[in-house]
Structure formats: structure tokens, C-alpha cells
């Protein structure tokens, strides 16, 4: 109640509004229920009945509209326009932008007047346009929604900036996190009403919304009939360069992008935090568009926390732990026209919780797999033979402390594989897995990663330097800062070498792992961090073992939370460290966008 008596108040300070305030109370906590409204297609007081259009809402007029695409500018700034007034209107998804609107009352009834919005997309049916917060929705993620803003607050008075100067005029509201206007009585005086809304890439289904996309946009009464007056707002979707949408698997390991011979790109995502199902996103121009790959076909099992993949030959390889319970699945990429899925979710183990789920999974030349993945205390190990048989699970150090997370692998050319994991007391380990499936002993690489949960990821992806054999590790200790050690493929571990004297984030969102991505090409390690303060991403590179230069800031204005990134080609044959990054959805979807930097 306490929302809806502040909605009241700021209402009722309107000069034009002549509340009922009964009206206004029921209006303003609606608004808080109509999600459940948009999720599930319903509408209030439905506007199309069998299939034929509702009346005409009598004695409303829709005089005009504006569409801001700056959708920080103040309340009533003539600026930030998209477009000239009552026009087709170009925007692209996942930018929050602002719908300006008047309307004219000719007579009015003992009820009032109230309006809201609703949409239709590619001359679907209507339906309403309800409120889902971006990018972190609490209830469901439509692909049209009313948000809010920061740049005013809702209940704001307007001033006139559309329609023509002779009409008569008064104050309306600006709008926000609402979804209908308070219930009026004025006549006679044109009033503006202004709403922050978002088209969202990705929306529940999952759904996924190609370029060109029509979407309109009209205003409707309390009883559901569209006003008379301007046509329904036409807009044109489409994604800015380089952007994905969606959100990150909540901890992930490598996952792309992948290159296939024809220069296309792979990288694997989920589309929103509340529908969160496996998404192959292809790009075909080296990164600029995306779109989702065999969506009829995505994997049935959901929930993506802890994920890996690794290559082999055209199929990349899955594993995927749920809270109790690891899948296998597997993407052709030369099935199809552009790909497919290959497994479905196939159950491989059963462990209890982890603190954090967790897994990394590599190939080996021959096609076979090992996979590591949390368990309630200690690490599970399973192989997956060239036949497609897996293993039963083997539990690793059952007789030696403390409790062990956050595993990642490499494999070298000779089938050796790195494993480094962190232990909940702050302790960090590295050893290898022979060819033959026998372990060497542990050596520690660190004791202060930290022991918060958000520390138990703290190692980055592993990289082995195919000219040496050595394996890099990069770890975040709990002073914030990144260190490199040295494993030998003999097993002779490096001192410790600090990267640089910038604080790194870790567990930036959900993900409890730090946001770090290692890569390694001709002779040099290439590393990009999210710096912790700004959460802006830099860049630093090593040519020699414990030397690395000055990071440099390659993204910035952002508040990244996870990077991924691989050594692929772009269009002109050049090599780049091409990387997904998440430019701040909070945990929630729609900023997920591509970038490449060169390393010629």
C-alpha cells in the first residue's frame, strides 16, 4: 500500500487532474499486477472480441505523438527526438526509449478518462502493454513492456512540445513504472502523457525477433476501445552492430565464439533471466548481426548455471550442472543450413548441491571427453569414451581437506590434461591428468583467493602454450589483483607474478566467478578483465613468462559482468581476440553485444 498512497499524493499535487482519488489508488496498483496480464496474452476489457475490432473509445481524441530514442533527457526537453512527429519511428532493440503522447477530451462521464497502451507486432492481435522492469524483470519478459526511468519521476507535470499552438492546453503527467495515466475529468485542453518503454531482442516463449520487425503501438480507454484520431505508431526494429541481446549462462566456461570454415560464428547464451533455455546464436558477417540457430531444437533441460564447451572436429561438446544433476549435450556445426542441435539433455550424474554449480569440460584429439564438475564437497571427474560412453563419476581428493569449486581444464596436443580448481578455505590447486587417466599430485597455487562464495570461481580459463607445454593459470587473489603461475608439463610450477595493480571484479552478477577471459596466440597471452571500480574492460598482453604490459581500456561506459572470448578470423582473413561481453544487464537480459580486437 505504501507505493500506491505516494503514487496518489505526487498525483494529486496535478493543478488539471481533478483525482478520484479511489481511482487513482486501484489505477497505480494495477499497474503493479498487469504483468501477469501480459505474460499470459490476456487483456482489460479486451479491444478485439471474435476477431472483430471494439468501438471507438467516444470523446477521446489522440492529437499526436513523439518518440524519443535518448531516454535520459529530462521530462519536457525538446530534445532527444527518434523522429519527426506522428512518423515512423526506426529503434533498435534493447534500448529503453520514451513515448510522448496527447490526447483531448471532449466531454467526460462520472467515471473519467484513463488511458493505456497496447501492441501488436507484425499486425498480430493487440495486446496490452504491460509493466516488466529492464534489464531484470521480476515476473516475465515480454517483448514490449513499460519500464522505468531515471530521468524524471512518475507524476511529473508536462509542458506542451507536440500538436499545434493553437490548441487549447494543459498540464499532463510523465509516467513512470506505470501503466495507465490517472483517471482525469478535464475537457477541452489537449493534455501530454509520457512513458518509458523497451522492445526487447529476446522475450519468453523463448522468442527470438529478427531485424525488421514491425511493431505498433496505439492508445486505448479503461473499457479496452482505441481512440480515434492519429493512426497506431508504427515502429521498425532492428539490433545495433555487434549485439546480441539475451543474457549470459550464469557460469560459464569456454563457450565461444566458434569459427567454422565459411567464416561463421558460434557462441552459446541464454535468451532471458526469467525463460532461461540453451540459445545457438550464429553470426554469418564476423560478428555485426546474430540470430538464433535450430531454435525448434533447442535442449529441454533449462536452468544454466554452471556450463562448458569444448570442440571437437564440427561438434561442440556440452556440459551442463544443474543444482542436482549434470547434463551432456552436443551442437553440430555443419548439420543443417547453418547448424543443429545434436543431443538433448542427456543425464550423465546426480550429485548433491554445490555450493556453486561449476563444470569444464575438454576434447581430446581422438573425440573423447572428461568433464569436471562441483559436488556437495569435494569435484567429480566422468570420461566420455570415442563410442559416446560415459563413465561413472569419480570423486577427486575424498581424503585430503579443505572442500573444493570453481574447476577449469586445458588439454595439450599429447592428450594431457590441466586441471585447477579452488578449495572454500582460500586455497588454490593445479595438477595434471596424464594421457593414461592417472593423476599427479596437487600443488597449491595460491592460499588467499578469498573464502567469500563469490571467490570459489577465482581462477580464469586455462591456457596451454603449444610451443612450451606449459599451462598459465590466472587467478584473482583477495586483494582483487590477477597473478599468473606456470605449470611445466613436467609439472615444475612459476613464482608468482602480478599482472597488473588493477582490482578486478568477481561475482560481478550471479556468475561467483571472476570476470577474466585468457587466450593465447602466436607466442602471446592476450587477457581481458573487468576492471572492478568503473566495471569498464581492459585489455593487457605477455610475450614473456611474468611480464605483462599496461592494460589498456578497450570497452568502456559499461558495467560489464562477463567476458568470453576466443582467437578466430575476420572478414579480411586477419586473426582478432573476438569477445561476447555483458555490458550490464544486472543479471537480467539484453546486453550481450560482440567485439574484436586485432592481433596482427
Known amino acids: 500500500m505504501g507505493r500506491c498512497k505516494a503514487a496518489i499524493v505526487k498525483a494529486g499535487r496535478s493543478k488539471v487532474m481533478r483525482l478520484d482519488q479511489t481511482r487513482v489508488l486501484k489505477q497505480v496498483c494495477f499497474s503493479v499486477a498487469l504483468p501477469l496480464f501480459a505474460a499470459t496474452s490476456m487483456s482489460v476489457g479486451a479491444a478485439q472480441e471474435g476477431g472483430q475490432e471494439a468501438e471507438v473509445a467516444p470523446s477521446l481524441n489522440w492529437l499526436a505523438y513523439r518518440v524519443r530514442s535518448d531516454a535520459s533527457v529530462a521530462l519536457n526537453a525538446n530534445a532527444g527526438w527518434a523522429a519527426p512527429e506522428n512518423a515512423m519511428t526506426a529503434l533498435h532493440y534493447d534500448s529503453p526509449f520514451r513515448l510522448r503522447v496527447q490526447v483531448l477530451a471532449s466531454e467526460v462521464t462520472a467515471d473519467g478518462h484513463q488511458i493505456s497502451l497496447q501492441y501488436r507486432a507484425n499486425d498480430d492481435a493487440w495486446k496490452p502493454v504491460g509493466y516488466a522492469h529492464f534489464p531484470y524483470p521480476s515476473l516475465a519478459s515480454p517483448l514490449v513492456s513499460i519500464i522505468k526511468t531515471d530521468a524524471y519521476q512518475s507524476g511529473d507535470e508536462t509542458t506542451r512540445l507536440l500538436g499545434e499552438a493553437t490548441q487549447d492546453w494543459d498540464d499532463g503527467l510523465g509516467l513512470n513504472a506505470e501503466v495507465a495515466t490517472p483517471v482525469w475529468r478535464e475537457t477541452g485542453n489537449a493534455l501530454e502523457w509520457e512513458w518509458p518503454l523497451v522492445v526487447r531482442r529476446f522475450s519468453d516463449g523463448p522468442t527470438f525477433s529478427e531485424d525488421g520487425l514491425s511493431v505498433d503501438l496505439r ?37 565461444g565464439p566458434y569459427q567454422t570454415g565459411n567464416g561463421s560464428l558460434y557462441f552459446f547464451m541464454e535468451p532471458t533471466e526469467t525463460d532461461n533455455r540453451f ?17 525448434e531444437n533447442r535442449p529441454d533441460a533449462d536452468d544454466l548455471e554452471g556450463v562448458a564447451a569444448a570442440r571437437h572436429g564440427d561438434v561442440i561438446h556440452l556440459i551442463h550442472q544443474q543444482s542436482e544433476e549434470v547434463f551432456y549435450h552436443a551442437f553440430d556445426l555443419s548439420a543443417g543450413a547453418a547448424g543443429q542441435w545434436l543431443v538433448n539433455s542427456e543425464s550423465i550424474a546426480q550429485p548433491a548441491e554445490p555450493p556453486t554449480q561449476y563444470a569444464d569440460l575438454i576434447a581430446r584429439q581422438d573425440g573423447s571427453l572428461v568433464a569436471l564438475y562441483a559436488g556437495d564437497h569435494k569435484l567429480f571427474m566422468q570420461f566420455r569414451d570415442v563410442h559416446g560412453n560415459w563413465t561413472e563419476p569419480g570423486e577427486l581428493d575424498t581424503d585430503m581437506a579443505p572442500d573444493l569449486s570453481g574447476p577449469v581444464m586445458a588439454v595439450g596436443d599429447d592428450g594431457q590434461v590441466t586441471l585447477a580448481y579452488t578449495a572454500l578455505d582460500g586455497q588454490g590447486f593445479v595438477l595434471h591428468l596424464r594421457a593414461d587417466n592417472t593423476l599427479t599430485d596437487r600443488q597449491q597455487i595460491s592460499s588467499d583467493l578469498g573464502t567469500r562464495d563469490i571467490d570459489n570461481g577465482a581462477i580464469a580459463p586455462l591456457v596451454i602454450d603449444p610451443e612450451t607445454g606449459d599451462s598459465i593459470i590466472v ?33 560481478a552478477v550471479d556468475s561467483e566467478q571472476v570476470g577474466a577471459d585468457l587466450i593465447y596466440h602466436n607466442g602471446v597471452l592476450h587477457l581481458l578483465f573487468i576492471e572492478d571500480a568503473s566495471r569498464d ?11 605483462w604490459q599496461q592494460p589498456m581500456r578497450v570497452v568502456d561506459n559499461i558495467q560489464g559482468g562477463w567476458v568470453r572470448g576466443s582467437v578466430h578470423l575476420n572478414q579480411a582473413g586477419e586473426p582478432v581476440y573476438g569477445f561476447v561481453y555483458d555490458a550490464g544487464s544486472k543479471g537480467g537480459s539484453g546486453f550481450n553485444r560482440y567485439m574484436a580486437l586485432p592481433l596482427n
Open 475 to 507: 587467478y584473482r587473489e583477495s586483494d582483487g589483483m590477477l597473478y599468473e603461475r606456470r605449470l611445466s608439463h613436467d609439472g615444475e610450477l612459476s613464482e608468482p607474478a602480478k599482472i597488473s595493480d588493477m582490482s578486478v571484479v568477481t561475482g
Open 219 to 255: 492508445l486505448i480507454n479503461g473499457l479496452g476501445q482505441p481512440l480515434a484520431g492519429v493512426e497506431p505508431l508504427q515502429l521498425t526494429l532492428s539490433a545495433e552492430p555487434g549485439h546480441l541481446g539475451g543474457t549470459f549462462i550464469e557460469t560459464p566456461g569456454r563457450i
Open 537 to 547: 574492460i581492459y585489455h593487457t598482453q605477455s610475450s614473456e613468462p611474468g611480464v
Open 279 to 295: 540459445m545457438a546464436m550464429i553470426s554469418t558477417d564476423y560478428g555485426n548481426s546474430w540470430r538464433e540457430v535450430d531454435g
